[in-house]
């Protein structure tokens, strides 16, 4: 039986318990005209909602419900249905705007309701109808949640405004029944007064029934008092209750949601997956602007009356006073919180270099904030001044620890998105003031920060908002050689700050655990491949200088491990070793990784003892220099003296060299590299990254355009049967490299000849044109 046929066949109770489960973000109608394709596709398919893969599904989920609905709609042309149809054609325009950037999030709408309705369903068949707990048992999802709390703030704000136009009809009627009463008692006095003067029945009568008319008056006053006192009792009540709820809302959606998505942005930078939901979170922050402006409206409306007539009950401690300041405090709070940085500013940020940034306020248009454009300046502070602000919520004017142009901009009002933005396009830094250094920091080691500074006014000028957000750490070099240690500071900052630190306070040391979910974060997002378990146990041990280590993961790491002692019997650091290869990586090696084909991280012991292990020559594999920055090399099984089998390292390779030729051209020009470990051919290995050979003799200019081919000398020429290659080609050989020190693994140095036609006329090329290109 069909989930939906099964949900309308529950007793009244639990049948509620399912209506309720639909709001207006994703409405009944929708469920009940949609059953059959809505369950089918929910349940037939194994989506991960948090997996930013699955969107294009989820896409075509939401493109294909909406056409669903229109098509429903437009069936529907009986008077009865028509407003039926005008639901299911609203509902589709909503889809469309709300969740056509996002429609995983529709996607988790929908499962949340199913998921509920099943919960309900399964509540009822197991435990006896009646005992079922209104709301209980609900499958958790907190954009659901959220959405529920929303409509139930919303429902509590319609029934206070109810409240107070009956207490505000209450008043008048008691204005006017006490008019009466005045009236009634003016005419009694006056009735005594003449009875006094001229006694007689008739005025003794007359004055009877007018002192009962009086009487029935009074009380009736009484009881209209009473009944007004009460409600204004009773909408107190419900406004403070309302407010509570408000801020625990508000406090969830910007202590957690919002603060969760600035921290999976801080992630961002060093390489995570972002799946950003911000505008979900604009949704509720708006929803949430809406109900506080409308619940601060009532609550000085109350005011307004209760000033109008001022009737109090005794004992009784009027709320509606802190009531006022709790409810702007909240708006105030909505309003600075949700002006924030939607584009960060780059982290490593070069001098006279361009860059971006935009801010949004995400309540911006539900408060008509965009009716007068605020303006939003840049400055960049220091570490210190930030600290500073945080603890005095403003600066010193004109502080700042740089210049910044065109650092001004006005907010502007996207109808399409319902965005207030701006977007800063050409910022550039021209100066900056460094602080001094002390021990061993360097200038790469001082943190910045960008400071976007506005003003909003919300009410026509009714209150005034002072706002202002820092950007995440930025550090400024000024010479591209600065840029590796840049990238350490931020990447450790990025990876390892605590939610409310102080600014940019972050530990000296941390489990590796932590270092190495960092590096692989890093080195997925450049290169588009995970590190693996080996990976990580190769850097645990070069990061430590331990290649004895066992149990690592919890051993503490410390930042001057990271990236400032220089590796044993090595000038350079373990990060500045770690980006040199990831650079390279992404630069020039990012296919043959992405496929698997570069072992890369591994000691060349391991090397050695892995290809003699297969035992077939020519075997070759590829790992990451453990002494040249951004190199790697090819270790090869060959054979040595007497017969015997030896592993030789081809000299690393680095990015000059693969700017001239790329590693597979390479691999393919050397005939003696035959298979790759453990026995792959290297063609099929790598032959779809081979450069074709251009079909064209000569060029425009009568010369025929050389190309470039390695060569080991001793073994063997260059170009082999998978290498394109003119025939008869000439080759020249350079004089053999400088003497290297002695290894374990000889060493052996490539040249680089260039290779051309037998059509050439040399005597054009009096130069050698054989390179010996010797990498240490």
């Known amino acids: 039986m069909a989930l939906w046929a099964k949900a309308q066949s529950l007793p009244p109770e639990a049948l509620q318990q399912v209506r309720a489960i639909y709001t207006e973000r994703f409405p009944i109608e929708v469920r009940h005209f949609l059953a059959s394709w809505i369950e089918e596709k929910m349940w037939t398919m194994d989506i991960d909602i948090d997996n930013p893969q699955h969107e294009q599904y989820a896409s075509n989920i939401v493109a294909d419900l909406i056409h669903q609905l229109e098509t429903k709609a437009n069936s529907m042309n009986t008077e009865e249905l028509l407003i039926t149809k005008y639901k299911l054609m609203d509902s589709a325009n909503n889809f469309k705007q709300r969740y056509s950037r996002c429609p995983l999030e529709l996607f988790r709408l929908m499962r949340h309701c199913l998921n509920s309705e099943l919960q309900v369903i399964r509540q009822v068949e197991n435990i006896p109808v009646g005992s079922v707990p209104p709301g209980a048992g609900l499958v958790p999802d907190s954009a659901a949640e959220i959405a529920q709390q929303i409509d139930l703030l919303r429902h509590r704000t319609a029934e206070t405004g109810k409240l107070l136009r009956q207490m505000e009809q209450e008043q008048e009627g008691f204005a006017l029944h006490y008019h009466e009463c005045t009236k009634l008692n003016a005419h009694l006095q006056h009735l005594q007064t003449q009875h006094q003067q001229q006694p007689n029945q008739q005025t003794i009568e007359l004055e009877k029934t007018v002192r009962r008319q009086k009487e029935l008056s009074e009380q009736t006053l009484n009881q209209k008092v009473s009944s007004l006192l009460q409600l204004r009792l009773q909408l107190a009540d419900k406004l403070s209750e309302t407010v509570t709820l408000l801020a625990t809302l508000q406090c969830r959606v910007l202590d957690e949601e919002l603060i969760r998505w600035k921290r999976e942005q801080q992630l961002a930078g060093n390489g995570a997956q972002f799946n950003s939901n911000l505008d979900n979170i604009q949704d509720w922050c708006e929803s949430l602007a809406e109900i506080i402006w409308h619940n601060r409206q009532q609550i000085k409306e109350v005011e307004r009356l209760k000033q109008k007539l001022a009737i109090e009950p005794p004992g009784v401690v009027d709320v509606l006073p802190n009531l006022n300041i709790q409810i702007t405090q909240l708006l105030s709070s909505l309003v600075t919180s949700t002006f924030i940085i939607e584009k960060q500013p780059p982290q490593v940020m070069k001098t006279n270099t361009r860059f971006t940034s935009t801010v949004r306020l995400l309540v911006g248009g539900k408060l008509n904030v965009h009716m007068t454009p605020p303006q939003v300046k840049v400055t960049i502070i220091s570490e210190a001044q930030a600290n500073a602000l945080l603890k005095n919520d403003k600066i010193a004017k004109g502080e700042a620890s740089g210049e910044i142009l065109n650092n001004t901009g006005t907010m502007e009002y996207h109808q399409a998105t319902r965005q207030l933005s701006v977007s800063f396009r050409n910022m550039q830094l021209k100066k900056i003031k460094r602080a001094e250094k002390k021990g061993t920091e360097s200038v790469m080691d001082e943190k910045f920060s960008l400071l976007f500074q506005s003003q909003f006014s919300v009410g026509g000028g009714e209150l005034v908002f002072q706002v202002w957000t820092l950007s995440l750490p930025v550090v400024v070099i000024v010479h591209g050689n600065q840029e590796p240690h840049a990238w350490a500071t931020v990447t450790w900052d990025n990876a390892f700050a605590e939610p409310g630190r102080v600014p940019f306070a972050v530990p000296d040391k941390v489990p590796w655990c932590q270092v190495a979910e960092a590096l692989n974060m890093k080195f997925r997002c450049a290169t588009g491949r995970p590190l693996t378990e ?43 070793w770690f980006y040199a290869v990831m650079k390279l990586t992404r630069e020039h090696l990012r296919g043959p990784w992405t496929d698997g084909l570069i072992l890369g991280f591994i000691r060349k012991k391991q090397a050695e003892d892995m290809l003699i292990a297969t035992g077939v020559t020519s075997t070759f594999l590829l790992r990451f220099s453990d002494s040249e920055l951004g190199g790697i090399t090819i270790a090869w099984l060959g054979d040595g003296e007497a017969c015997s089998q030896q592993v030789f390292m081809l000299q690393p390779f680095t990015h000059k060299d693969f700017a001239i030729r790329s590693l597979p051209d390479r691999i393919a020009d050397l005939q003696h590299l035959v298979h790759l470990y453990p ?39 260059p170009g082999s049967a998978s290498t394109p290659s003119y025939p008869n080609t000439p080759i020249y ?18 040249h680089v000849s260039d290779s051309v036609s037998r059509s050439v006329d040399f005597d054009q090329f009096p130069q050698q044109f054989s390179q010996l290109w010797a990498f240490t």
């Open 534 to 576: 080996e990976n990580l146990r190769f850097l645990a041990e070069k990061a430590f200088r331990n290649p004895n280590m066992t149990d690592f993961q919890t051993q503490m790491l410390s930042w001057s491990q990271f990236c400032k002692e220089p590796l044993q019997e090595r000038s350079f650091t373990f990060w500045e």
């Open 679 to 717: 026995e792959i051919p290297k063609d099929r290995a790598f032959g779809k990254y081979y450069t074709p050979l251009e079909n064209q003799p000569t060029s425009n200019n009568g010369y025929v355009k050389p190309f470039l081919v390695t060569h080991v000398p001793g073994w063997g020429g």
């Open 733 to 750: 050989h350079a004089s053999s490299p400088e003497a290297v020190p002695t290894r374990d693994t000889p060493s052996v140095a490539s």
